[in-house]
């Protein structure tokens, strides 16, 4: 009798630590149930707000809400229709982006939670660095791409599956939930450029390394010339599963 419930016991533990575990892998990880979002939308207002990487996760699958929270001024787009993921290619509830913080950002297409998190990066750590370090606000920004159906690049265990032949993991560009930033262009006509200034010093390397570790704040991924040689010219941003700040 003794030894039955011992083991009933010992099941229900490891039950609960392998719910425990699961629960802890979808809320680092994982997409969000549209209910949170629902409850506690995002506001684009507020850098700071609890569960901001879940608020922003919980805009991957809802239209609606999606609708709700990229709200002008902050903001500027037009609906995009889904593309469903085939090889590992597609967008779900994607966008395109035409501003976002009062600056100029063409991105065709991005997902919603990659627009949210470009309209918090620009609005509340972009714009306040480029004024106080520079003087000048942002006036537009020059990227290389969101959506390309690629593998992943740059990575040194990604570089020894390409030696060996083997097939590269899809990047995060191959479901337009990513961004490349090359090049800030500012409102008297001057640019900083990530390839040009990041590994100088002065302002605009203060600016470009300021708007780095911001971007950390509202993406999961975030890779700029430390990371590696493919990210010398650009700072890739993105909303995957994965956590870097590089
Ligand atoms: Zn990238």
């Given at each position: 009798m003794i030894l039955l419930r011992d083991k009933t016991v010992s099941f229900s533990i490891i039950v609960l630590v392998l719910m425990i575990t699961a629960l802890f892998l979808v809320l680092r990880f994982g997409d969000m149930p549209q209910i949170i979002g629902r409850l506690l939308p995002l506001d684009l207002s507020q850098p700071a707000q609890v569960f901001r990487d879940w608020r922003i996760a919980a805009l991957a699958h809802d239209?609606?809400?999606?609708?709700?929270?990229?709200?002008?001024?902050?903001?500027?787009?037009a609906p995009v229709e889904d593309k469903p993921v085939e090889n590992g290619c597609g967008?779900?509830?994607?966008?395109?982006?035409?501003?976002?913080?009062?600056?100029?950002?063409?991105?065709?297409?991005?997902?919603?939670?990659?627009?949210?998190?470009?309209?918090?990066?620009?609005?509340?750590?972009?714009?306040?660095?480029?004024?106080?370090?520079?003087?000048?606000?942002?006036?537009?920004?020059?990227?290389?791409?969101?959506?390309?159906?690629?593998?992943?690049?740059?990575?040194?265990?990604?570089?020894?599956?390409?030696k060996l032949g083997l097939p590269v993991p899809r990047s995060e560009h191959a479901l337009a939930n990513a961004i490349d930033i090359a090049v800030f262009e500012l409102d008297d006509g001057q640019s900083v450029s990530v390839l040009k200034e990041w590994h100088t010093s002065g302002a605009k390397?203060?600016?470009?390394?300021?708007?780095?570790?911001?971007?950390?704040?509202?993406?999961?991924?975030?890779?700029?010339?430390?990371?590696?040689?493919?990210?010398?010219?650009?700072?890739?941003?993105?909303?995957?599963?994965?956590?870097?700040?590089?």
């Open positions: 239209k609606d809400l999606c609708a709700r929270v990229l709200t002008s001024p902050l903001v500027r787009w967008w779900n509830n994607a966008i395109r982006l035409e501003a976002a913080g009062n600056a100029n950002l063409a991105a065709d297409p991005i997902t919603c939670p990659m627009a949210a998190g470009l309209t918090l990066w620009l609005t509340h750590e972009v714009q306040p660095a480029a004024k106080r370090l520079l003087g000048h606000t942002v006036k537009s920004i020059k990227t290389l791409g969101s959506y390309s159906c690629r593998g992943i690049n740059g990575n040194a265990y990604v570089n020894s599956l390409k390397a203060d600016f470009l390394h300021e708007a780095h570790d911001g971007a950390c704040r509202f993406f999961r991924v975030v890779l700029g010339p430390e990371a590696n040689a493919a990210h010398q010219s650009h700072f890739h941003l993105d909303r995957g599963p994965w956590h870097a700040c590089r």
